[in-house]
């Protein structure tokens, strides 16, 4: 069980240093976490991917990467405040980074 939970932050970890890469080249977050999402549902993974698919229709990046379990609530509010109102890709890139390293931690 526990090792289960070591590679879920590890994939986590992974995905957001991925998406910090591609935001600090630049790229808007939204596009980033669109492409990924549209090449996992590709990729057949539509159980998993749809309602990020989905929460990203209706809702927007933030609760896209809510559903996908990168974000919790609290931090979602404060996450959709960078992603929306600061549009500063240096610090989104760094705030990305920085949850990985949480979610890389708490798989340790």
Known sequence: ??????????????ILRAFA????????????????IEQELQRGRRKEFRPAA?????EGVTAAMMAL?????????MF?????DL??????STVLEALAAHHEAGAA
């Open 54 to 58: 989905e929460a990203f229709n209706a």
């Open 69 to 77: 379990g990168l974000l919790g609530g609290e931090g979602a509010a």
């Open 87 to 92: 549009r500063d890709h240096r610090l989104m």
């Open 80 to 84: 959709r405040v960078l992603a929306n």
């Open 21 to 36: 890469f591609q935001v600090h080249r630049k790229q808007p977050l939204d596009a980033v976490v669109l492409e990924f």
């Open 1 to 14: 069980m526990a090792r289960q939970t070591e590679d879920e932050g590890a994939e986590k970890a992974r």
